[in-house]
């Protein structure tokens, strides 16, 4: 199953979800319309209110609740957006200029404060305290995540597991919280909702797996973002971390000294040594552990296009190239 007809599945609610975030974009300060609509549009692949939909057809939702839901986690996630481009001082996402490097850090901050709120008012519209539980917890989490991340920057002596801890937070925790509200709004019961929730955190950590094997063989034409990225902040993903202790003595001190400087001087360097050392397999490999193990959290819903769609996204999630 291709993309597109992953999508097509649900086309219809999407353009529900699309007109629900555009009006919910409102407020009295031009500024915070313009900046919120700007990186709304900017396109990505909206991967998290997609598993909202995905699986709220999936167990037949009677009500269409689960749209203000997608939309929720939709504000949720650009709103981390607009955090982390911050804190990373990026100037490119999704092959456009960020938000702050548009409009400067302390609106884009803002805004991003803005799109929190925003998305708090409309959980309160659900009406589900259980699904209200879980994005706060998310939204807790996700933050400790980001913080998670700042310390460890610059610092060569993280363990894989440590970088496990900060890409389930940052990351693999919106994926759950996408899936795990949706089932629970679609009142399934509770083994179903127990897949559910466990489906939408391997499948983002596999995601995130991914994502950064790309900052060492992708481009940014292909990617929309500038590669070696990670590398620049000093990240040490795993890719780096793998490729440290497994590359010889020269290629274990390149990546050291990478990792604490950050910067992109030797980023030729230490994508041969990344790619020399079998970091890249490796990660990969990792990434379809995950994968699979989401595909097996599907198996007990009921058969159906919404299903098949589910069990597509965790094929594309660790196959893409961007």
């Not at 490097?101 to 929190?116: E, I, M, T």
């Not at 290629?251 to 970091?279: F, H, P, T, Y």
């Not at 552990?289 to 769609?309: G, K, T």
Request: glycine share 6%; hydrophobic share 45%; charged share 25%.
């Amino acid at each position: 199953m291709q993309a597109e007809t992953i999508y097509a599945a649900v086309n219809e609610d999407f353009l529900s979800v699309d007109g629900l975030i555009k009006n919910q974009l409102f407020s009295n300060v031009p500024l915070v319309e313009k900046i919120g609509q700007y990186i709304i549009d900017s396109g990505g692949k909206r991967l998290r209110p997609l598993l909202v939909l995905l699986v709220s057809n999936a167990l037949n939702a009677n009500e269409k609740h689960y749209l203000k839901l997608a939309a929720i986690i939709e504000f949720l996630h650009t709103a981390t957006l607009l955090h982390d481009d911050v804190v990373d001082t990026s100037d490119l996402r999704r092959g456009r200029d960020t938000a702050n490097a548009k409009w400067g850090n302390a609106p884009s901050v803002l805004v991003g404060d803005f799109l929190y709120s925003r998305a708090f008012q409309m959980m309160v519209e659900l009406r589900d305290m259980d699904v209200m539980a879980v994005l706060a917890n998310a939204t807790n989490v996700i933050a400790e995540g980001e913080v998670l991340q700042l310390t460890n920057c610059k610092n060569p002596d993280i363990t894989e597991a440590q970088y496990m801890e900060v890409i389930t937070a940052k990351t693999a925790m919106l994926f759950e919280a996408a899936s795990h509200s949706a089932a629970i709004l679609c009142q399934a019961n509770v083994e179903t909702t127990s897949d559910m929730k466990e489906f939408g955190l391997e499948l983002g950590i596999a995601f995130q797996l991914i994502d950064d094997v790309l900052d060492y063989q992708g481009n940014a034409a292909e990617m929309g973002k500038n590669v070696g990225d990670d590398l620049a902040e000093g990240k040490p993903t795993l890719p780096l971390l793998y490729a440290q202790q497994q590359g010889d003595d020269a290629q274990r001190k390149l990546i050291r000294k990478a990792i604490r400087e950050g910067g992109l001087e030797q980023l030729d360097a230490v994508m041969i040594a990344v790619r020399e050392s079998g970091a890249l397999n490796y990660t990969v490999k990792l990434a379809k552990e995950y994968a699979n193990r989401a595909a097996a959290r599907l198996e007990r819903l009921a058969p159906s296009v919404y299903r098949d769609a589910l069990f597509a996204l965790t094929e594309i999630a660790v196959n893409r190239t961007k």
